[in-house]
């Protein structure tokens, strides 16, 4: 793709020009991941807290095996997404590492993530551009959608292999899960609230990335769409 840049004013066009950030297994994955999460959210919720009865003949009616077939089936999705994007971070460009991979080392890094902090704090206005993600979104990525996705899968196939029963695979990989915890209904409480604790954080980022897309000095929501970053002006 050429560059949308113009050298007309004085412009820098070493600073509009667009980056290609989020390449296309990135891209599908994030919508997919996007999708199978609010179907296990609305099956999820379902299956904590079921209705109280449903009507017509109770022979005719196999309701909360299909919602949790549903949940089963967006979790085998889910899973196979995660590990097709673990993937990607290792043969990826550098961006797609950003989700798996915090440089606590690097300073610059660190002035960034609290220059993000004063900056929601309205301590500044001044807004810096980044082509990945910035410090502050990408440990809350990091934290709430890297290793929050792990702690699902784990405790969601901890919980599956008690179906499937003793000595099945999910049982042998990730029984002991459940004794780690406590017991099966410890487990299935840390599954929900990681639900609940996910979901809020997902809100705030939908939130986030159309505010962006708004309001920042770069785009957002159609960088997540066609891979390319572009910058509204050409300051550095
Ligand atoms: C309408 C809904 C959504 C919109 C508009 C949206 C938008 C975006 C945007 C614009 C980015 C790129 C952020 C950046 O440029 O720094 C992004 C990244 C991301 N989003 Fe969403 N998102 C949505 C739903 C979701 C959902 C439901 C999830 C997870 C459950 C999710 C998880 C992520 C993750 C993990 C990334 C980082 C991608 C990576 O670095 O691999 N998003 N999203
Ligand atoms: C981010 C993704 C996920 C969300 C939001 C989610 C949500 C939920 C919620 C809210 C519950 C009800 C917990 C309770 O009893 O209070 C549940 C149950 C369950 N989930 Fe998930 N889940 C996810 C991923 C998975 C995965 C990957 C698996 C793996 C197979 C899984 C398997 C299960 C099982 C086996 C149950 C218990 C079913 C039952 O007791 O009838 N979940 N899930």
Redesign the pocket.
């Given at each position: 793709m050429t560059s949308a840049t113009s050298t007309k004013g004085g412009h820098d066009p070493a600073h509009q020009q667009p980056i290609y950030?989020?390449e296309a297994p990135?891209r599908i994955?994030?919508w997919t991941?996007?999708i199978t999460?609010?179907v296990m959210c609305i099956t999820g919720y379902f299956i904590g807290a079921p209705m109280d009865s449903v009507p017509g003949e109770a022979s005719d009616q196999f309701l909360m095996g299909n919602i949790r077939l549903i949940h089963f089936i967006a979790a085998y999705a889910f899973t196979i997404g995660v590990l097709v994007?673990v993937y990607w971070a290792i043969v990826g460009n550098h961006?797609?590492r950003?989700?798996y991979f915090l440089p606590l080392w690097d300073m610059t890094w660190w002035r960034g993530f609290f220059h993000e902090i004063r900056f929601y704090l309205f301590m500044t206005r001044e807004m810096h551009k980044?082509p990945?993600?910035?410090p502050l979104?990408q440990t809350a990525?990091f934290l709430f959608?890297g290793l929050g996705a792990f702690f699902m899968i784990a405790t969601g196939f901890a919980l599956y292999g008690e179906g499937l029963g003793q000595g099945s695979w999910a049982d042998v990989m990730f029984g002991w899960i459940i004794p780690l915890i406590g017991d099966s209904e410890a487990v299935h409480n840390w599954h929900n609230l990681g639900m609940w604790v996910?979901l809020s954080t997902?809100i705030v980022?939908?939130y986030m990335?159309?505010r962006?897309?708004i309001m920042s000095r770069q785009t957002?929501?159609s960088?997540?769409i066609s891979g390319w970053?572009m910058f509204k002006d050409d300051l550095p």
């Open positions: 950030v989020y990135v994955w994030h991941h996007g999460f609010f994007r961006y797609a950003e989700l980044y990945g993600h910035n979104a990525m959608n996910i997902i980022h939908m990335a159309i962006a897309d957002s929501i960088t997540i970053r």
